[in-house]
């Protein structure tokens, strides 16, 4: 190894110097010891803040916790809708905890409604808990697999809650607007 100035520097308070004791300045660079990175296993969750709205769909292979407003679906490993936050779309998760205002079809294997949680929607379940306090208007159906069901919205026209189908009718020879 070669050093400045043909000589060990030695490390002091006032920074490099020579075996001579006088200052010398370093023409190559000190290197920085290296740090090694881990990742973790699973990650913490994705947040929607207080101060955001969602206009669309999300979707998550982790935790989705939302605080401020989704007007769109959902659809994750596990989902808890805080105390202030609005969500408006279907929601499909395995594990779902709802403490906020949920309006629209919720599929989930385990949900909980949380005492603050108002929910105007149909639930589709394995285990439902609804806590004393809480909210609920729709109809509750205990299924084996709610998250296997298909959305409502899917094909080519919207269901009604009769499950008619709301596509409209065109005659031939008319213009729809």
Not at 12 to 33: A, D, F, R
Not at 107 to 113: A, D, I, N
């Amino acid at each position: 190894m070669a050093f400045i100035g043909g000589k060990k520097p030695e490390l002091t308070s006032g920074g490099v110097t020579s075996g001579s004791g006088t200052p010398e300045t370093l023409t190559q660079p000190v290197s920085k010891p290296k740090t090694t990175v881990v990742a973790r296993d699973k990650g913490g969750p994705s947040v929607v803040g207080m101060d955001l709205t969602i206009n669309g769909n999300l979707a998550s292979n982790g935790e989705i916790q939302v605080e401020g407003e989704v007007q769109g679906d959902i659809k994750c490993a596990s989902l808890i809708v805080g105390d202030n936050a609005r969500v408006t779309g279907e929601v499909v998760a395995e594990d779902i905890v709802i403490r906020g205002n949920m309006m629209g079809t919720i599929k989930g294997m385990r949900v909980t409604l949380q005492s603050s949680s108002h929910v105007e929607g149909d639930i589709f379940h394995k285990s439902l808990a609804i806590e004393q306090g809480a909210f609920f208007e729709g109809k509750s159906r205990r299924v084996e697999d709610p998250t296997a069901l298909k959305s409502e919205s899917a094909g080519n026209g919207q269901k009604s809650a009769s499950g008619s189908s709301l596509s409209p009718s065109v005659k031939p020879g008319s213009t729809v607007n």
